[in-house]
């Protein structure tokens, strides 16, 4: 089998809900709208085509189509770890993190999706099962939420069996730390004791600030303190991390196993948190696992839920994988139908090959920039 074409989609949902957290700036007034894109990776057995899955960028658009595309027709598709070795060395020079590794993440997503389907199994069966159904938490819990919309968007999930839910905190960049903790506060006495709540603070305090934050948050027994301060200052995550009971989760910009390496060996990381969209696909992924695994440390996926779905059935450290209520609505629009959990719990379909996603045609034809 050899790769004959790679192609690209570019779908924007125009209800999609604009997120703001602690360091996204307010979005307009009235805004909505939220895009993907997706890879199709050709063979010339025109039976099996991958379908990669990737940020609605442009800009990630571009080098698939200018720089990626022509390392990839005439190769083997099954030969994965060197179609990504070409890709990582093809962008060395301007963008082995950011824009051109998420490129790179999208492809090789696609690429794991063909492998799969040309062989007749879905991908977890293909990557070795470790569990067949993964637990998952509802996150969201967004800034440019009030409170009573915070508490309605958050108690959503635990009346459809979520036990486990997150929301953000650092509202207006860290300028808000009395408000953080009220609406904290308010989510607990919402959900009562019962409910395992993890907070997002999205890089937006400072390391002082967060461990003082931190000594809050341990009163309402707050499962895990994300991104607490900006992900390249690991001296500082390491500093948060000594500093409290609350376990610290971050990854989710951190890129490649080697980015990894360093924030585990510097104790910058309790709870590691790789984005397949953006460490490298599936390939990359599973190697930070693995090497979170080396360290007895416990992996929660960020985002890209459809895709990790599968990865999480194959990592035995797993702790948990985060369900986003807006990438739901939004997958509504351009898939034709995805597995959905199940009082807290969640598993592939198990019989369909590859990610067993199809794009929703009308979809594609109505939506596509």
Request: proline share 6%; hydrophobic share 40%.
């Amino acid at each position: 089998m050899r790769i004959t074409d790679v192609t690209t989609t570019m779908l924007r949902d125009p209800e999609g809900f604009v997120i703001q957290d602690a360091t996204i700036p307010p979005p307009r007034r009235g805004a909505r709208g939220r895009s993907a894109l997706f890879i199709h990776i050709k063979t010339d057995d025109r039976r099996v085509e991958g379908l990669g899955i990737g940020t609605g960028l442009r800009a990630i658009q571009a080098v698939v189509e200018d720089s990626l595309k022509d390392l990839l027709v005439g190769q083997d598709p099954f030969h994965t770890e060197k179609l990504w070795n070409d890709m990582f060395w093809r962008v060395r020079g301007f963008g082995r993190k950011g824009i051109a590794f998420q490129a790179i993440s999208a492809v090789d997503i696609g690429l794991w999706d063909l492998k799969a389907k040309a062989l007749g199994v879905p991908l977890y069966r293909l990557l070795g099962p470790y569990r067949e159904e993964v637990p998952v938490y509802g996150s969201g819990g967004w800034t440019n939420f009030n409170q009573t919309e915070l508490i309605r968007e958050q108690m959503g999930y635990v009346g459809r069996g979520f036990p486990r839910i997150k929301m953000k905190v650092a509202k207006d960049f860290g300028q808000s730390e009395r408000e953080d903790i009220a609406r904290l506060k308010a989510v607990r006495k919402a959900a009562g004791d019962d409910v395992e709540l993890f907070v997002d603070a999205n890089n937006g305090y400072y390391a002082k600030q967060a461990i003082k934050m931190a000594k809050a948050f341990e009163d309402f027994d707050v499962g895990w303190f994300e991104e607490p301060v900006i992900a390249d200052d690991i001296d500082g995550l390491a500093a948060v991390a000594s500093s409290t009971t609350i376990p610290v989760a971050t990854g989710e910009h951190e890129y490649t196993k080697f980015g990894f390496k360093e924030l585990i060996e510097r104790g910058g990381v309790d709870i590691v948190q790789p984005d397949i969209g953006r460490v490298g696909g599936v390939t990359e992924w599973m190697k930070v696992a693995h090497l979170a695994h080396a360290f007895n440390l416990p992996v929660a996926p960020h985002a890209v839920q459809l895709v990790h779905l599968h990865t999480a059935c194959a990592t035995p450290n797993l702790k948990v994988v985060e369900y986003l209520g807006v990438s739901e609505q939004s997958d509504r629009v351009w898939y034709t139908e995805f597995p959905e959990p199940q009082e807290g719990m969640w598993a592939p379909y198990p019989d369909r090959p590859g990610l067993g996603l199809e794009l929703n045609p009308a979809s594609v034809k109505k939506f596509r920039v």
